[in-house]
């Protein structure tokens, strides 16, 4: 499949509803096309549990699985360094569904490997788990290692260590017309334009060096063409070339093997769409252990409940998708254990985790069906999207609204959306709130969310405006300014964690002058400056009071804080270290 020939979706589907009930849960399934079936699991209770799964039938005519990367390309697009949400790549690449895929180093490129139509863009790393299709639909899934070398023609052999990503002082990095970033020189090196387009997972073929250029640190590279590669290589390797021709010959062998090292492996020779996650969940039909879950180790990654994403592979060859909500009072989350005994039971006979936490998303026909624990969906590096020829039986397009004269709700409170005709698929634009598949809408952020519901481009939407619900909890911070004066930020918070503006809070110092009262603006917060006296000795305070909260007490900071210029870096806010 190249890239312009992946199957474009028509705007209306045929769907199947199956809604089964049970105490405490409520089970919906749909046929959203011919191969593609989509579930959804909502139970309720002490441990409440939402699922969404995706079954797709990888043999049926015209489903495809493929890798969809943030705007096609490695790139610094966009508003949060070249990622994009879930829908807006599966929008990209026409897909009828997909969830998120591997984990990033928060830019827009995956940390493990990576292919689509045939083309590596992404190296393994350390050993994970990937799942790779052929282009008639088989799936298999391993453990990769990459083994990459260019043979020039004084002999010399150059291992490259990495592809479509930032060069280190001693790397030799091959950029392919995926990397759309300026390629920048770290250390001084040569840079060689190859006559090649494109790094198949197995290849070994002859190649025309088209140039070689000396460059020094921080310089600029020209980047690849649609016919080339550039490889750029720095440091101890880029000694011995200073005899290679500007033109010549090279040789450019690759080779795909599972991290063993064991065999040729023939089915990922034929393998044009990956991508990457790990650890493994389900092995050979059994649940694998938290003991074995090599190469991540972090107690609280493997343990606790999160939300998940899962890929799984059953007996037959079929593909199974997973999303698990968590962190919500609707859903509190799986460990893997959890969530490999969920695939096991879904049918998966190898199964592996995909990047979850504030990442978890599963859209279907252009929707977020899951609730993102971020409250939105949250931009990622790449995703694992299906696409499928879709039926042309027409319907009638639903009309939905909220009951009565309603415009807005408030949030932790749950509310039935009336319908006219048959929606089959409700879903939000931007996954802020969770619209389950009877049309029950909950929503825990507050905000402007859009409710979808109905088949394809016979849709309706509905806007709702999320209130913060009453006033819980105070949080302040109290910095000196001077000797004598302090910078009070307050913000007023509901149970769920969103800012309640109008909320007004009495501010007394002790000692000081007379009581202040503050309102907080339409973020929930406030800001002012105490004044304290001149004669003021030993504890001083600030108490803050609301009605409806317990009063906040904040003891005077000795000294100013000191601000510091250097540029935080950016982890993962899942688990507060490496993604």
């Known amino acids: 499949m190249t890239r312009n020939s992946i199957l474009l979706l028509s705007c209306i589907i045929m769907t199947t509803l199956v809604p089964v009930t049970a105490s405490g849960q409520s089970h919906t399934e749909i046929e959203v096309a011919k191969g593609v079936v989509y579930s959804q699991t909502v139970n309720e209770g002490s441990q409440p549990m939402v699922v969404s799964l995706l079954k797709v039938d990888l043999h049926q005519a015209g489903v495809r699985a493929v890798c969809g990367q943030a705007y096609g390309g490695i790139t610094s697009r966009g508003p949060a360094s070249g990622r994009q949400s879930v829908e807006d790549i599966a929008s990209h690449y026409h897909a009828i569904a997909g969830v998120n895929a591997d984990f990033f180093p928060w ?32 799936a298999v899934m391993a453990q990769l290692q990459e ?66 250029r000396p460059f020094t640190s921080g310089q600029l590279i020209p980047a690849a063409t649609a016919d080339t590669m550039v490889l750029v290589v720095s ?94 009072p609707i859903s509190s989350g799986m460990s893997l254990a959890q969530l490999g005994t969920l695939m096991k039971e879904a049918g998966a006979v190898n199964a592996m985790n995909l990047d979850g936490g504030g990442s978890s998303a599963m859209v279907v026909r252009g929707r977020i069906v899951n609730m993102p624990s971020d409250g939105t969906s949250r931009l990622v590096a790449n995703s ?117 503006p109008g909320i007004c809070v009495q501010v007394t110092t002790t000692p000081g002058s007379a009581p202040l009262t503050l309102t907080t603006d339409r973020d929930g917060s406030s800001v002012t400056t105490i004044t304290w006296p001149a004669s003021t000795v030993g504890t001083a305070e600030v108490t803050l009071t609301a009605r409806g909260v317990p009063p906040l007490v904040m003891q005077r900071a000795a000294e100013k804080v000191n601000q510091t210029t250097e540029t935080p870096q950016p982890i993962d806010p899942d688990n507060r270290s490496k993604p």
């Not at 493990?112 to 863009?121: K, N, P, R, S, W």
């Not at 064991?262 to 092995?283: F, H, K, M, N």
């Not at 003991?291 to 998940?308: K, M, T």
């Open 147 to 212: 083994t990459c070398v260019l043979r020039m023609p004084n002999h010399t052999s150059i291992r490259i260590s990495a592809i479509d990503q930032p060069a280190s002082a001693q790397s030799a990095v091959l950029y392919t017309t995926f990397y759309h970033l300026p390629i920048k020189a770290t250390g001084d090196g040569e840079a060689f334009t190859v006559g090649c387009g494109a790094l198949q997972p197995f290849m070994l073929k002859k190649v025309r060096l088209l140039s070689a």
């Open 384 to 500: 694992l999207l299906i696409t499928a020829l879709a039926n042309s039986i027409s319907t009638n397009e639903p009309m939905i609204s909220l009951p009565g004269t309603a415009t807005a709700i408030t949030a932790g409170t749950t509310v039935h959306i009336d319908c006219s005709g048959h929606p089959f698929l409700w879903g939000t634009a931007h996954g802020l709130g969770f619209v389950d598949q009877t049309g029950r809408f909950t929503s825990f952020v507050a905000g402007e969310t859009t409710i979808v519901a109905g088949h394809g481009a016979h849709r309706s939407q509905l806007k709702l405006v999320v209130a913060p619900a009453a006033v819980n909890h105070l949080r302040a911070t109290l910095v000196a300014e001077t000797a004598y004066t302090s910078e009070l930020t307050m913000h007023a918070y509901d149970r769920y964690g969103n800012e309640v």
């Open 107 to 138: 830019t827009g490129r995956p940390l493990d490997l990576a292919i689509h139509d045939g083309e590596v863009y992404s190296f393994p790393f350390g050993g994970r788990p990937a799942i790779g299709f052929k282009r008639n639909g088989e």
């Open 235 to 328: 440091g101890r390797q880029a000694v011995p070339l200073t005899t290679v021709a500007a033109e010549g010959y090279a040789t450019l062998s690759a080779k795909l093997l599972p991290n063993s090292g064991v065999s040729q492996s023939p089915v990922w020779r034929r393998v044009v769409e990956a991508v990457s996650g790990g650890p493994w969940i389900v092995r050979n039909g059994e649940v694998v252990s938290s003991a074995q879950q090599s190469g991540f180790g972090l107690h609280s990654f493997i343990l606790y409940h999160h939300p998940r994403t899962a890929v799984g592979i059953t007996a037959s060859g079929n593909l199974i998708l997973a999303v698990v909500d968590g962190r919500s």
